[in-house]
C-alpha cells in the first residue's frame, strides 16, 4: 500500500488518488492476469521496465489523469484498481473515460460503480467537461450495465473489432453529457 493511500477523492467506500511508485507492483500484477485483461484488450504481459515507461508517461501526461482506486472499507485501505480520463480535449471539452478493477475479489461489490461515480463528477466539475465517452467490449454485461446506471448512453457499435481468445468482439460506444449528469438522469448509478 502507497503512503499516499487515503489521500484523494474519497467516498463512502472506496478513494481516488495519485498513482504512486509504490502501487506499481500491484498494477503489475493486475494487468498480467489475463482473466483481468480480456476485457480491455489482448492479452500481452509486462516487464518491470515497460511498467516503469507507463508510469513516467501517465506521470507527465498533460492530456489524462489517472487515479489509483483504494478500497476503503477496511481499517487499511487496499489499491484494488485504477480509472482515468484519457485524451482530454482542452478546447472540445471531451475525455474518454476507462475503469479497470484488477482485484476480481472486489468485482461486484458496486465499488466500480462509486469510483465512476467521483471520476464522472471530477471530470464535469472539476475539468468543466462537456462529454465524457468509453469504450466497452458487446459481451462485458457486468460493465455496460453500471455504465447504464450511470447515465451513459450506447452511440455506436462498432463490428468485429478485437479478436480475444478466438472470438471477435464488437465494441460499444457510449457517452455521458454534462448536462444529462446535471439534470440527474444519470442518478440511478450513483452511490
Ligand atoms: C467493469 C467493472 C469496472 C465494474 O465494477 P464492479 O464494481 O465490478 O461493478 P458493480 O458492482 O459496480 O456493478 C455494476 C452493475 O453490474 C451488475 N453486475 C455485476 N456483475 C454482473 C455480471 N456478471 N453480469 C451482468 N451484470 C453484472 C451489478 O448488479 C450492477 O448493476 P446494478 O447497479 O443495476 O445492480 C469491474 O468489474 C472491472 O474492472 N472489471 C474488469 C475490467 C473491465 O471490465 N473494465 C471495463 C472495461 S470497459
Given at each position: 500500500m502507497s503512503d499516499q493511500a487515503g489521500w484523494?477523492?474519497?467516498?463512502?467506500?472506496?478513494?481516488?488518488?495519485?498513482?504512486?511508485?509504490?502501487?506499481?507492483?500491484?498494477?503489475?500484477?493486475?494487468?498480467?492476469d489475463p482473466e483481468v485483461m480480456q476485457y480491455s484488450n489482448v492479452?500481452?504481459?509486462i516487464n518491470d521496465y515497460q511498467q516503469e515507461k507507463w508510469f513516467e508517461q501517465i506521470s507527465s501526461a498533460t492530456?489524462?489523469?489517472?487515479?489509483a482506486?483504494?478500497?476503503?472499507?477496511?481499517?487499511?485501505?487496499?489499491?484494488?484498481g485504477t480509472c482515468c480520463l484519457v485524451g482530454i480535449d482542452w478546447v472540445g471539452?471531451?475525455?474518454?473515460?476507462?475503469?479497470?478493477?484488477?482485484?476480481?475479489?472486489?468485482?461486484?461489490?458496486r465499488l466500480g460503480s462509486e469510483a465512476?461515480?467521483?471520476?464522472?463528477?471530477?471530470?464535469?466539475?472539476?475539468?468543466?467537461?462537456?462529454?465524457?465517452?468509453?469504450?466497452v467490449f458487446a459481451s462485458n454485461a457486468r460493465a455496460i450495465r453500471m455504465y447504464e446506471g450511470l447515465g451513459f448512453q450506447v452511440e455506436g457499435?462498432?463490428?468485429?473489432?478485437?479478436?480475444?481468445?478466438?472470438?471477435?468482439?464488437?465494441?460499444?460506444?457510449?457517452?455521458?453529457?454534462?448536462m444529462e449528469w446535471e439534470s440527474g438522469a444519470a442518478g440511478e448509478g450513483r452511490p
Open positions: 484523494g477523492i474519497r467516498g463512502q467506500n472506496v478513494c481516488l488518488r495519485a498513482i504512486c511508485r509504490d502501487d506499481l507492483e500491484s498494477l503489475r500484477r493486475f494487468v498480467n492479452f500481452q504481459p492530456d489524462s489523469v489517472w487515479f482506486i483504494d478500497d476503503v472499507r477496511r481499517e487499511e485501505p487496499q489499491l484494488i471539452r471531451a475525455a474518454e473515460l476507462r475503469i479497470r478493477i484488477g482485484d476480481r475479489e472486489a468485482w461486484g461489490q465512476c461515480h467521483h471520476l464522472i463528477t471530477y471530470g464535469f466539475q472539476d475539468l468543466n467537461l462537456e462529454r465524457i465517452w468509453l469504450r457499435r462498432l463490428r468485429r473489432t478485437i479478436t480475444i481468445k478466438g472470438v471477435a468482439e464488437d465494441l460499444i460506444l457510449m457517452g455521458l453529457l454534462r
